[in-house]
């Protein structure tokens, strides 16, 4: 009871501030000095363990197992990582103005998050989490470029956290993915609740790559996991549909 609950005030917390960073260099900040130690620390904490692929895979397909959710969460959960390391760009870190950062293609902030996802997406998949770490990174550095460019246009002295219109247009797109995902994909054609109201953190860490794993089996990719894994997740619908 207590981790749900702490679970449902993070959920508040992030919700809430996501509503206002479009607009607010404070919402920015909450949400990258909440979301962004969470991730590591849980990326940590699940490094010290045996990795489960199929385990964890299992829990997030059974709430993604309608083609159209699947559809639209390969669509739109790219979209709001990218979106929120956009967000990350406005938030200056205490080593902003050190020499490994000044010039660096990337800052602090979104180097943590892209730490945490590789180090947890490697060890799951050095295949698939390799490749999607790396897309993460670049993903990073265009979102750092965009906000560095909109800092040097506003060369009149204002500064990147009050000019923001990356940040609202990041911001559009951002709650347009949340809201694509909820309702018509969970609501409408899963039927079932998202996996965030169980676990925040683990949701935004694990989505990322399992979505790309959907990708990936449509391709081809170890037809003998997701064999393992349809069998896995019809026995949690069972599971659910009982009761137990």
Not at 75 to 93: G, H, K
Not at 102 to 131: D, K, Y
Not at 223 to 236: F, K, N
């Amino acid at each position: 009871m207590l981790l749900q609950a702490v679970n449902y005030a993070l959920v508040a917390l992030v919700f809430g501030s996501i509503g206002a960073a479009p607009f607010s260099q404070r919402a920015r900040a909450v949400l990258t000095y909440t979301l962004i130690p969470a991730l590591c620390s849980y990326s940590a904490y699940k490094a010290t363990g045996a990795s489960q692929l199929e385990e964890e895979l299992t829990f997030y397909a059974s709430f993604h197992s309608d083609p159209w959710n699947q559809l639209i969460h390969i669509i739109f959960v790219p979209l709001i990582v990218f979106t929120s390391l956009v967000w990350a760009a406005y938030v200056p870190s205490p080593l902003s103005k050190s020499p490994l950062f000044t010039h660096a293609p990337i800052n602090l902030w979104q180097l943590m998050a892209c730490l945490s996802f590789a180090v947890r997406w490697v060890l799951l998949s050095p295949e698939v989490g390799g490749c999607v770490a790396l897309f993460t990174v670049a993903q990073a550095g265009i979102a750092s470029a965009i906000v560095g460019r909109e800092v040097k246009a506003g060369a009149k002295g204002v500064a990147a956290s009050r000019y923001g219109t990356a940040a609202k247009i990041a911001g559009v797109f951002h709650i347009l993915s949340w809201y694509m995902q909820i309702h018509p994909g969970h609501l409408v054609f899963e039927g079932r609740r998202p996996a965030l109201l169980d676990s925040l953190t683990q949701a935004f860490m694990d989505a990322p790559l399992f979505v790309w794993f959907e990708v990936a089996f449509k391709l081809g990719y170890r037809p003998e996991l997701q064999q393992a894994l349809t069998v896995a997740v019809q026995r949690q619908h069972l599971v659910w549909a009982s009761g137990a």
